[in-house]
């Protein structure tokens, strides 16, 4: 039995991600849960026919949504308003992140946990330390999707280049997922040159896509299909490599660096960074390998210097929020 939850499903992201997971065998038991109109969107879900079964919970019906729960997909919690950072989102969206790690912790304690709800670089850290506190962290099984930075960057390169697939080229996207700390490696991209313009234009562009779309949407949120197809492109990857056993996928996620002690120890020992998003390798427990590095050109490695002390900011709120209150 493969059982995935979905918490916020019947949200704008919530939705339509969990209509894409409805189309995959991989999944046996497809269970949404939200404080608001989650049987609704189930009883809809549930008359399209593919196998997998599906149920709504409601909002006293947390543990029961979450009870053996193999992987659980997070898009809960309140979306920006132009003029607002993600970091402004703290302040509710961090206790609804804590509140949903004590029931993950409870109910399905060696889920895969995948983190859409921001602010990431913050909420990624706040379910590792309940986790901790419960016994309960592997660190190869958390992971804040930052998938829609690598999907806005191979489209934003295509508009630039037609005669590229954006479906199949992927950009690593390093760093964490809000304005600075979002460094797309540009010129790793086989057969790409981009001028300095043009670098600066993509940059900004990949950095600030985010907030594209919350102008554009001008006070009714922010991405919300674009999430959905980058959240199920991250899930149906975690559940091919976990489940189907398939190897080689790989995919940039924020991710506690500890899930590879050995391969990020010198990178930890040189930024004092412990989450960082990066290419990674997935396999049967989750992470089986954080990619090296790539070598960055210095235009990049100054975006990197840039990111650093944002990162160690956002990380130390999220901890802190768990371990010590008094600190936020
Ligand atoms: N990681 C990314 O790249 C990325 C991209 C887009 C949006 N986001 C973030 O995703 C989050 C959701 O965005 P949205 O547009 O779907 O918002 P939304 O308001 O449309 O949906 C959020 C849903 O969460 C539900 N919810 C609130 N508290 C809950 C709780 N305690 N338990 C279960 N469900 C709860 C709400 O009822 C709602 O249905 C936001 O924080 C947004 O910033 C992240
Ligand atoms: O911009 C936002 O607030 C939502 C999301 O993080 C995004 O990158 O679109």
Do not use: W
Request: aromatic share 6%; hydrophobic share 40%.
């Amino acid at each position: 039995m493969v059982k995935v939850v979905v918490c916020g499903a019947a949200g704008g992201i919530g939705q339509p991600l969990s209509l894409l997971l409805k189309q995959s065998e991989l999944i046996t038991h497809l269970a949404l849960y939200d404080v608001v109109n989650a049987p609704g969107v189930a009883a809809d879900l549930s008359h399209i026919n593919t196998r997998s079964t599906v149920t709504g919970h409601g909002k006293e019906a947390m543990n029961e949504a979450l009870q053996g729960a193999h992987t659980v997909v997070i898009p809960a919690g309140v979306p920006r308003k132009p003029g607002m950072t993600r970091d402004d989102l703290f302040k509710i969206n961090a206790g609804i992140i804590r509140d949903l790690s004590e029931g993950i912790a409870r109910n399905c304690p060696t889920a895969f946990i995948l983190v859409i709800s921001n602010p990431v670089n913050s909420t990624v850290p706040i379910v590792a330390e309940v986790l901790k506190q419960h016994g309960a962290f592997d660190p190869r099984r958390v992971f804040g999707i930052s998938t829609l930075d690598v999907v806005r960057s191979s489209r934003f390169v295509y508009e630039l280049d037609s005669s590229i697939d954006p479906k199949s080229t992927r950009v690593t996207v390093i760093g964490g997922h809000s304005g600075v700390t979002i460094v797309p490696v540009l010129s790793k991209i086989p057969g790409q040159k981009f001028t300095k313009d043009q670098l600066d234009l993509l940059t900004h562009r990949i950095q600030y896509g985010g907030d594209e779309v919350v102008k554009a949407k001008d006070g009714a949120g922010s991405a919300t299909l674009s999430m959905a197809y980058a959240g199920a492109r991250f899930t149906l990857a975690i559940l091919e490599a976990t489940v189907a056993g398939k190897t080689g996928l790989v995919e940039s996620t924020y991710v506690n660096l500890h899930a590879d002690e050995e391969g990020t120890a010198a990178f930890r020992a040189r930024t004092h960074l412990e989450y960082f998003a990066q290419d990674v390798e997935f396999g049967r427990e989750g992470v089986s390998k954080i990619l090296p590095l790539p070598e960055l050109s210095a235009y990049e490695q100054a975006l990197l210097d840039a990111a650093v002390p944002e990162l160690k900011v956002n990380i130390n709120k999220g901890t802190a929020f768990i371990t010590d209150a008094s600190k936020i």
